[in-house]
């Protein structure tokens, strides 16, 4: 049984190393990426949509050259666990999705996708033994045409000098950063009084 190149040991390790644990969603999201992959022209570019951030999109940069950072893949967080991979420029593809219609021969599948039961009374290892076993028989899978007029819009951003701070950042216009406008999501240590060591 593999997931893309990988044996199913050497995948659950590689999602230990890249998400710090063996999350059950990295696991199915693993079969996911891979029975997208086996449905898609060979050699094909192809981006990715992930419809949530939870998860799925480690296994989609795990498995696939479409990342976060080189902009292939895109994250509409939708709440869904689905993902689409799809041909660069004519946007033929595939999505992939849990299908909860085939979660009742999965007792602890269904218990962790549907929150059934809080997390810690969970059975953990008889949860990851049963999404091996399960592997793709749990998706369901269609043909799909994405949309490029509904993805966002990549902008062309200049880099500009923000005023205040003195550090460059990418904008679409000159003027302060959004730190120094007030977004940001940290205090410095001389306004909390803490000193770092």
């Known amino acids: 049984m593999n997931i893309g190149p990988y044996t199913l040991e050497e995948y659950k390790n590689l999602v230990k190393s890249f998400h710090g644990y063996l999350a059950p969603g990295l696991l199915v999201g693993g079969f996911m ?4 992959l086996k449905h898609l022209p060979e050699g094909d570019l192809f981006d990715a949509v992930c419809e949530t951030r939870n998860c799925l999109p480690d296994a989609i940069q795990l ?11 895109r994250i509409l967080d939708l709440g869904r666990y689905a993902l689409t991979l799809y041909e660069k420029y004519g946007g033929r593809g595939v999505r992939v999705y849990m299908d909860v219609r085939k979660l009742d021969s999965w007792p602890h599948i269904k218990t962790w996708f549907l929150k059934i039961m809080p997390k810690d009374q969970q059975d953990s290892d008889a949860l990851l033994e049963e ?8 998706l369901g899978m269609e043909e799909v045409e994405v949309r490029f007029d509904r993805l966002e819009k990549k902008h062309k951003d200049i880099i500009a000098i923000c005023p205040v701070c003195g550090e460059a950042y990418r904008a ?20 909390t009084g803490v000193k770092i060591v």
């Open 33 to 36: 990426v891979d029975h997208a």
């Open 63 to 73: 498995l696939t050259p479409c990342t976060i950072g080189n902009g292939w893949l």
């Open 131 to 138: 999404i091996g076993e399960a592997q793709a028989t749990i």
């Open 172 to 191: 679409q216009s000159r003027g302060l950063c959004k730190a120094c406008r007030g977004e940001l999501v940290y205090l410095k240590t001389e306004e």
